[in-house]
Every structure is written in structure tokens, then in C-alpha cells.
């Protein structure tokens, strides 16, 4: 069976749930082998399932926008002779693979939410109106980046993988030099990106986005905005949805307050439901909504957060 690469840009003592996917996906179509910028005792104890035969690194710690990891990840193909390189769709990590494609004489797909066997890869194109079917030319190696929630994860404990440390080291000093890194701040709720249920708010909030985070704890939820809101100072631009903030689709997308805008759309219609809260009937965000509630938000969501506690009392 072909190998296929999975690249981590690091892996903590669980894996996130895209990790879990790509593996799944990954494992659908050849023999699995991992490639991360740094191994630890807890990685190699989270990828020690069935399927996972080889953890690859290189010698010392290595990670994006580091361009060692380019010569990583291409030295770990012409190990593996893998015919097709996954990994999660990420800014850092984009720049990466569409460095490695050049190298490799190959195409790179970004943005996939599904997987064939004969490696043809399902995306949403034009803000999620079409869904194509891309692969790179015959005898290449395909490179592609998978959106979170695209599958559902199946993996299975298994024994540990072989540790195999590849010539390759960080890059010089003279050629880049990271001179601070800041940790994101830690957080109960999950990761925008990743979150299998988003509730997200705009202009209609007035700032005030204490009932969408007590919805948001219900559901254990990801909080999500509109470039309104960021722009507003609300709440922090990492939380921008939209064709110029992140891109989500999980199982379940909240909007309340948000009217739709097309701009807005682009980043999360092709969650799988969509459930729309909006004072205004004529709002966009209802041609796409699968349900919607035309009301005031600030009456509409405490009813739900009291109906979920109800539920679950």
C-alpha cells in the first residue's frame, strides 16, 4: 500500500479533532506516516493508533514560517515515496505545501472536504454555491490541505510508531530569526476553526455579546463575529467569519444580529445547519438559513439557553 503524509505542524497529548480527521482520511487511501516539526513523549503516545506506522521529524524543533520545514516535508517524500501529502488548512501551512508543490512538479488543492480513494478531492468553491471534484495530473504526488468537520473521525488505539529522525535542521540565524512569539490566550470553549458548533454575532448585538457566550457554554460552542463587530471593537479579529476573516463549517452555525452580507457567507454557508436569528425578515442570511427566527435576539436567545438547561436538568 502507498504511504501517505500527514503533517502536524506540532501534536499535544490529544489530538484535535481536524488531527483525528486527517488521519481518518488519510487512512481510507494508504498506509499512514506523520511528519511534525517536534516530537515529545505525549506525541507519540496520542499517535500511537492502528494505521500510524511512522512518525518522521527533523533534528530539532521545526516549525512555520521556519522554511526548513519545506525541506521536511520534501525529504520526507522521497523517503516515504508517498503519492499524496494532507495536512490541516492553515495559513503557515498553505505557504508550505504550495512551496513543496513547485518543488515536486505538482499541483496543491486547498480547502477539500472529501477524499476518494483514486485521490480526487470534493471542495466548495465561489463562497460554497458549487461543490467540484479537483486532482492533481497523473503520476504525481497529490498535496492537499482538508477543512475541519469534513469527516467524521475512526481511529483505533494501537502500538506506538517508529521514530525515524530525518537530516534536516532548523534554518541559520542569518536567514530567519523569530524575535517573539505570544501564546494564544487559553480558553474553555474550542477552536473557531475546528468547532463542530459556532454561534456567531454582528451589528445586532450592540456589543453586548454576553448572551451568545452563555448559548455558546450550552452548546460548547466556538464564538464567532462579523467584521461589523470586530471592526467595532467588540471582540477581538480572530473571531471575524467571513471572505476576509477565518473560513468554519461545522454541524451546527448560530447567526444572531448578523444580516448575511455575501462577504459574510463566504466564510461559513457550508455548514451543514444553519440556524438564523434576525429582527429583520428580509435579511440575506434567511436564503441560505435552514431555520430562521425573525425577532429580537436579545428575547430569542435567553429562551433557547433556559430551553437547553431545561433539557438537560
Same mark, same amino acid.
Given at each position: 500500500m502507498s504511504a501517505v503524509l500527514v503533517y502536524f505542524e506540532s501534536v499535544g497529548a %490529544? !489530538?484535535?479533532s481536524a488531527q483525528q480527521e486527517l488521519i481518518t482520511l488519510a487512512d481510507a487511501v494508504g498506509e499512514v506516516q506523520v511528519v511534525t516539526g517536534s516530537t515529545t513523549s505525549d506525541a507519540v503516545h496520542a499517535l500511537a493508533l492502528e494505521g500510524?506506522?511512522?512518525? +518522521?521529524?527533523?533534528?530539532? %524543533?521545526i516549525h512555520a514560517p521556519d522554511p526548513a520545514v519545506i525541506d521536511l516535508l520534501e525529504t520526507a517524500v522521497q523517503e516515504t515515496r508517498a503519492h499524496a501529502?494532507?495536512?490541516?488548512?492553515?495559513?503557515?501551512?498553505t505557504d508550505a505545501l504550495a512551496r513543496l508543490a513547485v518543488r515536486l512538479d505538482t499541483g496543491l488543492i486547498t480547502d477539500g472536504v472529501g477524499l476518494?480513494?483514486?485521490?480526487?478531492?470534493?471542495?466548495s468553491v465561489l463562497a460554497g454555491s458549487y461543490t467540484t471534484t479537483a486532482r492533481v495530473a497523473e503520476g504525481r504526488p497529490l498535496i492537499a490541505?482538508?477543512? =475541519?468537520?469534513?469527516? %467524521? =473521525?475512526?481511529l483505533v488505539p494501537g502500538g506506538a510508531p517508529e521514530i525515524v529522525t530525518l537530516p534536516v535542521t532548523a534554518a541559520a540565524a542569518e536567514q530567519l530569526r523569530v524575535l517573539e512569539r505570544t501564546p494564544l490566550e487559553a480558553s474553555d470553549r474550542p477552536s473557531l476553526?475546528?468547532?463542530?458548533? @459556532? @454561534?456567531? &454575532?454582528?451589528?445586532? !448585538?450592540? &456589543?453586548d455579546f454576553g448572551p451568545l457566550?452563555? /448559548?455558546?457554554?450550552? !452548546?460548547?460552542?466556538?464564538?464567532?463575529?462579523?467584521r461589523a463587530a470586530t471592526d467595532a471593537g467588540w471582540i477581538d479579529h480572530?473571531? $471575524?467569519? &467571513? $471572505?476576509? &476573516? @477565518?473560513? @468554519?463549517? =461545522?454541524? /451546527? +452555525?448560530?447567526?444572531a444580529g448578523i444580516s448575511g452580507a455575501i462577504q459574510q457567507r463566504a466564510g461559513m454557508q457550508t455548514a451543514q445547519t444553519i440556524v438564523a436569528i434576525n429582527k429583520d425578515e428580509d435579511a440575506p442570511v434567511f436564503e441560505i438559513a435552514d431555520f430562521g427566527v425573525v425577532g429580537d435576539l436579545f428575547e430569542v436567545v435567553p429562551q433557547m439557553v433556559e430551553e437547553l438547561r431545561r433539557r438537560r436538568s
Open positions: %490529544e !489530538l484535535t500510524v506506522h511512522t512518525l +518522521y521529524t527533523g533534528e530539532g %524543533e501529502v494532507l495536512a490541516r488548512n492553515t495559513a503557515d501551512t476518494s480513494h483514486d485521490l480526487r478531492v470534493t471542495k490541505t482538508m477543512k =475541519p468537520n469534513s469527516t %467524521e =473521525p475512526h476553526t475546528e468547532a463542530r458548533c @459556532v @454561534v456567531a &454575532g454582528g451589528r445586532g !448585538l450592540d &456589543g457566550e452563555e /448559548l455558546a457554554d450550552e !452548546l460548547g460552542a466556538a464564538i464567532g463575529a462579523s480572530a473571531a $471575524q467569519v &467571513g $471572505q476576509t &476573516g @477565518v473560513t @468554519v463549517s =461545522p454541524q /451546527l +452555525y448560530i447567526s
